[in-house]
């Protein structure tokens, strides 16, 4: 499938939604986008067009795919507003492709990440059911879909509320034992990388003075702390010792409801590791396996087995940890309904506190996104989300968190799952935009959430060695986030 045998024109300015909405039904899809000129002579073309006139505007859908040719045309009376004329040019635009194509979306014209969220804000203190009921009409949202929205909503409700001085702290570590096949983070193989992790971890130390600081003198409370990756236990048990003890001297955590550190891969965590990680006061940890089938962790380049995965599972309970999350991908190359199925089966007889199913997102490179296989692999990881949606309550786990990305297989979703009082607050709250992140390290992102809702975002470097070598000048940056959080809380503490 080469560039530009799809075109996408788009004649007005609400653009962005409706490269949405076409991505839902043509995923795998490059498009050549015309915003201005004819229409190219390519096999495919979806056109939309806003026309203003005396009597109001026109919206123009004018759709060839697949060898058919549907024009439809509505009309908006005159000032209409440009959330009404994008949601019925979108709305338009679906029901065309769904014509088209055959396919109804699960999520239906929905495309934004936090659908939790939108639910929360659409009930407004309200009955959730009646929300859910109306989100579902407005977006075409299937039962299964919506069903699973508000059961997460329904657990994460009576946790959202919290002071605007209480934040969450997030400390990169992006480095891991080697990079795994479907991985799209910011993370760095130790082979490539290896030798950046003692400069960036005196680095980081520093960060995390500084921001223990600015928590000092604005009177801030750490509620929860995430030191997440790559994989932090890819540092040696000294070095995490370093880092953890860095925390605990620059923020007083002794009102953090939650400390959590994502131990990772099985290749990485050892017996000296986590001593240092429970004895340097984190309560939580993620053992995250992805796959139980060894041949698919050969395949997407894990270099352990799913009998360490076990090994370190158990001994992280012979030590204590009473709060431990695994995580699993569905989709995952060369993975079955039947393999991820016996996955399942495995990790849910360990008995983890949380489990968290994400779905694969594939990136726009990769052959299997640019072919027709692309359909046939989403029906499959359809059901194996839909496995997880049915066994995982039905034992006891409950969805407390669920949130969406671009180019997921099947157009799904990811979603934790917590037996009850075990559910992560900062999951929850990174995801509902609602609280402040301070954040340390490498490609992180420091969120800063006024009371009216306006969020600032104050990014680091994305490279460790950017990261190292121009440190003064991001931390010249960073003290960007004073004058907000001075306003945000009145002054200083």
Not at 51 to 60: F, P
Not at 138 to 145: A, D, F, L, V
Request: charged residues 25%; glycine residues 8%; aromatic residues 6%.
């Amino acid at each position: 499938m080469e560039r530009g045998e799809y075109a996408l024109v788009i004649r007005h300015r609400y653009g962005y939604e409706v490269q949405a909405t076409a991505k839902l039904f043509v995923p795998g899809v490059r498009f050549l986008l015309v915003e201005d000129g004819a229409a190219p002579d390519v096999p495919h073309v979806i056109e939309t067009a806003v026309t203003d006139g005396a009597q109001g505007r026109v919206l123009t859908v004018d759709v060839r795919l697949h060898g058919q040719h549907i024009t439809r045309e509505t009309a908006l009376p005159a000032g209409a507003s440009d959330s009404e004329t994008e949601y019925a040019l979108c709305s338009l635009l679906y029901e065309v492709l769904q014509q088209i194509t055959g396919r109804t979306p699960p999520w239906g014209m929905l495309t934004g990440i936090r659908p939790v969220r939108r639910l929360l804000v659409t009930a407004d203190g309200g009955s959730l059911e009646d929300a859910a009921d109306r989100m579902q009409a407005r977006y075409h949202i299937s039962e299964e879909k919506k069903q699973l929205m508000l059961e997460t909503a329904r657990v994460q409700r009576p946790i959202l509320p919290h002071s605007p001085r209480q934040v969450g702290l997030y400390i990169a570590v992006p480095f891991c034992p080697t990079r795994c096949s479907y991985c799209s983070f910011v993370s760095h193989s130790i082979e490539q990388a290896g030798k950046l992790i003692p400069g960036y971890v005196e680095k980081l130390c520093e960060e995390l003075r500084y921001l223990g600081g600015v928590v000092k003198t604005y009177g801030l409370d750490i509620q929860s702390v995430y030191i997440g990756g790559g994989t932090p236990t890819a540092l040696s048990p000294d070095q995490l010792r370093q880092v953890m003890a860095q925390t605990a001297e620059s923020f007083d955590l002794s009102g953090t409801r939650e400390y959590t550190v994502e131990a990772g891969r099985a290749d990485t965590i050892t017996e000296d590791k986590l001593r240092v990680i429970r004895e340097m006061g984190a309560t939580r940890i993620s053992v995250n396996p992805q796959t139980m089938q060894d041949s698919v962790l050969t395949a997407i380049g894990r270099r352990h087995t799913a009998a360490q995965v076990v090994e370190a599972y158990q001994t992280a309970r012979a030590l204590g940890f009473d709060d431990i999350n695994m995580d699993l991908i569905a989709g995952l190359p060369t993975d079955t309904l039947a393999g991820f199925t016996d996955t399942l089966d495995q990790v849910m007889a360990l008995a983890p506190d949380s489990i968290t199913v994400h779905t694969l997102t594939v990136k726009r490179a990769a052959r299997l996104y640019q072919t027709d296989e692309a359909q046939t692999r989403a029906d499959e990881v359809a059901q194996m989300a839909a496995l997880s949606a049915a066994r995982l309550p039905a034992a006891g786990w409950r969805p407390y968190y669920l949130y969406r990305q671009k180019n997921t297989l099947g157009d799904l979703e990811n979603v934790g799952y917590a037996k009850p009082g075990k559910e992560n607050l900062y999951n929850i709250l990174i995801m509902d935009e609602t609280q402040t992140i301070l954040a340390a390290g490498c490609a992180a992102s420091t969120k800063l959430v006024e009371p009216g809702g306006d969020i600032t975002r104050v990014m680091n470097y994305k490279f460790p060695y950017e990261y190292i070598g121009r440190f003064d000048a991001m931390m010249q940056k960073k003290r960007e986030i004073e004058p907000i959080l001075a306003r945000m809380t009145g002054g200083l503490a």
